[in-house]
């Protein structure tokens, strides 16, 4: 919409109109004020409009001196002639009053254009141009009220980022411009009508204030005499000097310029003095904003007014008709429209928001004009949290005071966005769970479609009942129509402050002010019902997704319902659409389902079993797998075949509202999710979009979508925002606008005044939330969901002298480090350091290795920390040296006692039967450093019962004493001895085995994550004569990660060192699943770590001992780990027992893994809360048979000092992310005190 | 319990492929429990005779050796009067490698190199230190009078 042809005005006058909009950096400001002056010029003088114009009245003010007021003093007369040259000209003039009538003279509009359009043409360019007849010719000439057409909407609070777009698409304007919020428009047309009969302005009330005088001198005011209030007179020449101007400001000179200075002068228009600094801060945004004036009257002066004297007036406030017209606001522009990626935190479009507001709620208070009506939920806590709405931008301003440098230039404090909010106390949560969780056991229950094919449980069908109700919200619509919950009604004083009549205006006794957008109307602003929806926050296990689908299957839209009853209707009788239509289409039919990526499968795997076969239609819309368009597939025309469920990851929602945004938000043309108008959309694990600055966050919020559903077992995760992002996008009126939320849950909670933040989110979760927990009673004392046992054991794990010795190392180094940092008083800045070691100790208690792993480190911390390691590590050397040991003890040594025939012996013997036990071939036949061998259990039960008598364990053979570190176990390799391994790592599951070297090889490709795992393998290929090795000869497998060079060895041994070598927790583990082998092999298992290298570590000792194992981590894509998961849930029993390795934090949540029984915890986590969800990926519904836990942890260790502290519930780890909470701090230095004490 | 793989091979292969000069035979209500029978070896003074032992494999054989005693009387310096032998490998010098078979070599090799430095029965290898000729004499006799005429 570029004027800048159409409308050659010459270069002064257009100077002249970007001045005039006072607030406005904008020349593209002319068009707006333009419109202005054509309302209000013929009504009202110039001189008259007080504030509203500074500079007009500077220049009826004797003091106006600055040469361009002459230019300006012509602005009257220049009137029309600017007129005649923007083409409006006589015509405007003389269709004035049909103007101020329809808001809009469709006749004149024909002239202009040189044609008839069309009604619907004619509507739409009105609401696009604000009724405003100059932008509406403009834009119907250049086009753009085309593309701005469709994305209208009634509700300017759901104005979207598209639309946000679609604006910003043409160069900068004016942010008070009528026509920058196009989605305003309709109301605005609204409130014109309205507006017509509102005096220019409006008495409210008003209120004493003393003054002080600027002059001196005898009888320069007497009482009773009325003064002028104006603005300072000296405007800065141009808006771009005067923001830089700020830094001047005061307390809360958040006003752009920095200049809040508001003057009164006496009928003669002398300035006489200026209003004390509290009342001019607002007064001057009041004027500033055009919400005001102002009309004094000196109550008390001496007569001898000296400068400094105090002199009284009472104010008189008229709230100017033009306040009231949308177009004479900014727009809240809280919408959490920061689509930009470089936009300030606030913008000035924010503070001018901010300034309003606080402007407004004193003013009210000043005068005392209280709300008749306010919506009931804010009733209860209306007083505090305006006055605090008040403070917060006080505190806002505060908070900027240290550092004025910063602010001033770059980004204007207040929302702190990217880190905003304070986190909640473990014990906080709780208490608000306990809160919101109120569930009244008599609720109705409803039965799901017969088309559902799955029984519910009784609890279930309450939550399908209450959906259902949600969703159809019969009780909302019985209801009278209720006032936006965001407004309060005022009624215009009928007396003023001396007790006289004022005048009244028929159907004008009350106006309304929302206080969070500092909007003001004449209208009754009427409750939008748009939240169709819901919080679904059941506890996990308790079947949430069940719940879901049997509302999908039991409530459907008329048309579904229809669509179901025609399916025979053939292809012809269909009605016939263009292939891609450009606008968003109805999807009547089809519920939209995002989910993280690694749910995908399961939820279509659920969607197939709860229905009963052919009565679902479910599609994942992921990858390679989306169909060309998905707008064809799910329009309303093709409702017969339309899917019933999309289901799609958040990836995908993200990706497509990146291209959408790009393509200038046109949702249609996409063809994808952005393309319908859903009938519904659920969020599954739905804390994805905790963090509503996030992208994914935003394209979720642009779901369209009938019904709008969250599910999640967690609404808050550590921040009440959390839940803001939530309400916002199922657009819960009023809590989805963040100002709202902001005073009243955000403010209250970081003042501190928990007990009323906490009652507020109450209030908003009531209603909107249903949550049940598994250990929840029915009435009759029954659990809600009968699961089979869980036993949980702390296993206490030994470890070996090798690792204790690499323990203790770091663990005195961590130690020292801290007490150096404490006595240095650098605690708190040297967190990330004393962090790494610790999490280091943790390592060390896995497996010694891991802490030479520079990939966890990387993971677990910033990269400046990992750099900082990195640089301690290297001159580690003593670390280094015990880890060698560890590693490698008397490598060269052995190597030198290792012969090829020593080796061959072994190789023939072991075809042998074991001495021991007589079993042939021997049972992982072991050899001693004697080279006898035996089966590894025969060897070692051996060298046990010698030891128990107090003898030394002697070979059974040659009675050679054995060094019990030189038992190695011998690993065959050729694949068809040993039974059963699934290939490896996860890299295998997933190519066919079709590399020889693999079949033969089965655990060396995982070997690369793992440096040391085979570093004590002795390899040995038979058929080589080679008669002896070189000291470090190629036989004996270093550090490095050599895998053999061939493969076409049909039969090769190596050795395995027994018992030095996997760490105590491996160790601990294989026994276990051993164990379970022998006793029960059909058993499947889970194995938790936080550290994927670890798991890489389990991976070739689990190989080794045939103990088959598939693996899930978060390095995978999404179709590995469905096929992972699908393979583990789909082995049979007789396959025997199958290990699944977890990463915590890619499998701790969301997933269904109730086909295993044994869970191991291989290290503790800060928090309990995070390993208990992972054990409840087992334990939960649908689990038959009680689960058994081990939960390993190393003695006398970190490990168990971390138990205690989740004990204590306090979160540890989320010091990392909270560097600015000194208090946090200083308790977690406790915990640290206590983790190394 | 059941019987450990390993008692029954080495029955087995006992019966199978059984040691000249050694018999061993399972009591049916008890298999752990053996009848054996040791022949004296040639050139020495227990030749011709048939010893008869038995022997019992303990619960935790073969972490701990078979229990072994001569049921037939014999004059030799490690074998007192009640049978039981002085032999290392039944005691500190048992491998669970060992078998019966071979511990019942043993005992055979005992029978043909006594060692009266290392003596069980005390009287008995005094006599043999002191005078070896009238020992093995007496070793003899006793072989004809316990070993040789109860067999035949």
């Given amino acids: 919409m570029s004027y800048g042809d159409v409308d050659p005005r010459p270069t002064k006058k257009r100077r002249f109109f970007a001045e005039e909009s006072s607030g406005s950096d904008s020349t593209l400001r002319k068009d707006a004020s333009l419109t202005d002056e054509l309302d209000a010029l013929p009504e009202a003088p110039p001189v008259e409009i007080i504030g509203n114009d500074p500079e007009i009245s500077s220049s009826h003010n004797a003091m106006g001196a600055e040469p361009t007021a002459d230019g300006q003093n012509t602005l009257s007369s220049d009137q029309p002639s600017l007129k005649a040259k923007s083409g409006v000209s006589e015509n405007a003039t003389q269709h004035q009053e049909s103007h101020k009538e329809n808001g809009f003279d469709t006749q004149v509009f024909a002239t202009f254009v040189g044609e008839e359009l069309p009604p619907s043409t004619m509507k739409t360019l009105r609401q696009v141009s604000g009724d405003n007849m100059e932008r509406a010719i403009n834009m119907y000439f250049d086009g753009s009220w085309k593309a701005t057409a469709p994305t209208i909407r009634p509700v300017d609070d759901t104005r979207s980022v598209f639309e946000a777009q679609t604006q910003k698409a043409p160069p900068p304007r004016s942010r008070d411009s009528p026509t920058d919020i196009p989605g305003a428009s309709i109301t605005e047309t609204r409130r014109q009508s309205n507006l017509q009969d509102m005096p220019e302005w409006r008495y409210i009330g008003a209120f004493g204030v003393g003054g002080w005088a600027t002059k001196s001198g005898l009888n320069l005011l007497r009482h009773g005499e009325s003064v002028k209030i104006e603005r300072a007179k000296i405007q800065p020449p141009t808006p771009k000097l005067g923001r830089s101007g700020k830094v001047t400001a005061g307390p809360r000179a958040a006003n752009r310029r920095g200049d809040i200075i508001v003057r009164f002068t006496n009928s003669r228009g002398e300035e006489i003095g200026r209003l004390p600094k509290e009342t001019a801060a607002w007064v001057s945004t009041l004027i500033d904003q055009k919400i005001c004036r102002f009309d004094g009257v000196c109550v008390y002066t001496p007569i001898r007014i000296r400068t400094n004297d105090t002199i009284y007036l009472q104010l008189r406030c008229s709230l100017l008709r033009r306040a009231f017209e949308a177009g004479g606001f900014v727009k809240p522009s809280d919408n959490n429209r920061t689509t930009g990626l470089f936009e300030a935190k606030e913008t000035e479009e924010e503070k001018d928001l901010r300034l309003r507001q606080t402007g407004l709620i004193k003013l009210f208070d000043e005068i005392n004009l209280h709300p008749l009506k306010s919506n009931e939920q804010t009733l209860k806590h209306k007083r505090k949290g305006l006055l605090q709405a008040a403070e917060m931008a006080e505190h806002f301003d505060e908070s900027k005071k240290p550092k004025p440098d910063e602010n001033n230039t770059s980004s204007p404090p207040s929302s702190e966005d990217a880190e905003e909010g304070e986190e909640l106390e473990q014990d906080q949560l709780d208490t608000l769970y306990k809160k919101a969780q109120t569930f009244d056991f008599d609720t109705p229950v409803a039965q799901p479609a017969d088309t559902f094919a799955m029984d519910l449980r009784p609890y279930q069908r309450q939550a399908l009942h209450w959906m259902i109700q949600k969703e159809k919200d019969e009780k909302r619509s019985s209801k009278e129509v209720s006032m936006h919950p965001l407004w309060e009604e005022y009624s215009w004083p009928t007396k003023d402050v001396d007790d006289k009549d004022l005048p009244q205006v028929v159907d004008q006794d009350k106006f309304y002010v929302n206080p969070y957008s500092g909007e003001l109307s004449l209208d009754f602003p009427v409750q939008e019902q748009n939240c169709l929806g819901g919080i679904l926050a059941d506890e996990m296990g308790l079947g949430k997704t069940i719940e879901m689908l049997s509302l999908v299957h039991t409530h459907k839209s008329d048309i579904a319902i229809q669509a179901s009853q025609l399916t025979h209707t053939s292809v012809n009788e269909l009605p016939r659409l263009p292939l891609n239509s450009s606008s968003v289409e109805n999807a009547p039919c089809t519920t939209l389902v995002i989910a993280p990526m690694s749910l995908l499968a399961q939820w279509h795997s659920e969607a197939e079993n709860a229905s009963k076969p052919g009565t679902m239609r479910s599609i994942v819309y992921y990858g390679s797998d989306k169909t060309a368009s998905l707008q064809t597939l799910c329009r309303e025309s093709n409702a017969a075949s339309a899917p019933h469920v999309v289901i799609t990851s958040y990836g995908v929602a993200l990706s497509e509202f990146n291209q959408v945004v790009a393509n200038n938000g046109n949702r249609g043309s996409h063809g994808g999710l952005f393309s319908l108008n859903f009938f519904r959309v659920i969020l599954d694990e739905a804390h994805h979009i905790k963090n509503r600055q996030s992208k994914t966050a935003k394209a979720c919020y642009e779901i369209a979508a009938r019904h709008r559903w969250v599910l999640t077992g967690t609404p808050i995760v550590n921040r009440l925002e959390d839940l803001f992002s939530l309400v916002r996008f199922l657009r819960v009126e009023p809590w989805s606008n963040f100002s709202f939320w902001k005073t009243f849950i955000t403010v209250p909670f970081e003042s501190k005044d928990f007990i009323r933040a906490l009652d507020v989110v109450q209030t908003v979760l009531e209603p909107l939330v249903l949550r049940r927990t598994k250990d929840m009673k029915t009435p009759d004392g029954e659990p809600l969901v009968p699961l089979p046992p869980r036993r949980i054991e702390i296993e206490e794990i030994e470890l070996s002298k090798q690792e204790r010795e690499v323990y203790d190392y770091i663990f005195n180094r961590a130690k020292r480090t801290f007490a150096a940092k404490v006595e240095a008083g650098t605690v708190m800045k040297s967190y990330t350091t004393i962090f790494a070691q610790i999490l280091r100790l943790r390592q060390s208690c896995c497996h010694p290795v891991l802490t030479r792993n520079k990939t966890i480190v990387a993971e677990e911390e910033e990269a400046a920390a990992a750099a900082d390691e990195a640089s301690g590590l290297a001159d580690d050397i003593d670390l280094q040296d015990l880890i060698n040991r560890f590693e490698s003890d008397d490598g060269d040594e052995d190597a030198n006692r290792f012969g090829a025939h020593v080796l061959k012996q072994i190789q023939d013997e072991s075809e042998n039967e074991c001495p021991i036990c007589s079993e042939e071939p021997m049972i992982e036949q072991t050899v001693a450093g004697c080279w006898h061998s035996a089966c590894k259990e025969c060897l070692l039960n051996y060298i046990e019962h010698q030891k128990n008598k107090g003898e030394t364990p002697r070979c059974f053979n040659c009675r050679e004493r054995i060094n019990e570190r030189e038992i190695f176990e011998v690993i065959r390799h050729d694949s068809g001895k040993r039974t059963g391994i699934i290939a490896g790592s996860h890299s295998e599951n997933l190519i066919p085995p079709g590399s020889s070297r693999q079949q033969s090889l089965p655990f060396f490709s995982s070997t690369s994550h793992a440096p040391a795992s085979d570093s004590d393998s002795i390899q040995s290929y038979p058929h080589t004569s080679t008669p002896t090795f070189p000291s470090s000869g190629p036989a004996i497998e270093s550090t490095s990660n050599v895998t053999p060079c061939s493969s076409s060895f049909l039969s090769q041994i190596s050795l395995r060192r027994i018992g030095s070598h996997t760490s105590a927790k491996i160790a601990a583990l294989l026994t276990h699943l051993k164990r379970l082998r022998h006793e029960n092999p059909s058993i499947k298992s889970v194995v938790f770590s936080q550290f994927t290298a670890f798991l890489d570590l389990l991976e070739p000792a689990l190989a080794r001992d045939g103990i088959r194992f598939l693996r899930f981590d978060g390095s995978m894509a999404q179709k590995q780990r469905a096929a992972v998961l699908a393979q583990f849930a789909a082995s049979p029993e007789s396959a025997g027992g199958l290990v699944l390795l977890l990463s915590l934090r890619a499998g701790g949540v969301g997933l269904n893994l109730t086909s295993a029984q044994r869970v191991f915890m291989m290290d503790p986590w800060w928090s309990y809360a995070v390993e208990s969800q992972a054990i409840d990926r087992v334990h939960r519904m649908g689990q038959t048979s009680s689960v058994y836990v081990h939960r390993f942890i190393v003695k006398d260790s970190v490990e168990q000092r971390m138990l205690k502290i989740q004990d204590r519930k306090m979160f540890i780890a989320s010091s990392l992310g909270m560097v600015s909470d000194e208090e946090k701090k200083l308790q977690r230095l406790e915990d640290i005190r206590e983790l190394l004490s | ?152």
């Fill in chain 2, 1 to 152: 319990m059941a019987l450990p793989k390993r008692i029954i091979k080495e029955t087995e292969r006992l019966m199978a492929e059984p040691v000249p000069g050694i018999k061993a035979i399972p009591h049916e209500d008890n298999l752990r429990y053996f009848d054996v029978e040791v022949h004296g070896p040639s050139q020495s003074p227990y030749e011709n005779g048939i010893f008869k032992l038995e022997l019992f494999l303990p619960d935790d054989y073969p972490m701990t050796p078979p229990k072994i005693r001569f049921l037939t009387r014999i004059y030799h310096p490690n074998i007192d009067k009640l049978g039981r032998i002085c032999l290392d490998v039944l005691k500190s010098n048992w491998s669970p490698a060992l078998q019966i078979r071979t511990i019942l070599l043993s005992i055979q090799a005992l029978l043909g190199a006594p060692n009266p430095d290392d003596p069980l029965a005390n009287d008995v290898a005094q006599r043999w230190k002191e005078d070896e000729p009238a020992a093995i004499q007496t070793a003899r006799e006793w072989t004809r009078m316990y070993a040789v005429s109860e067999n035949r």
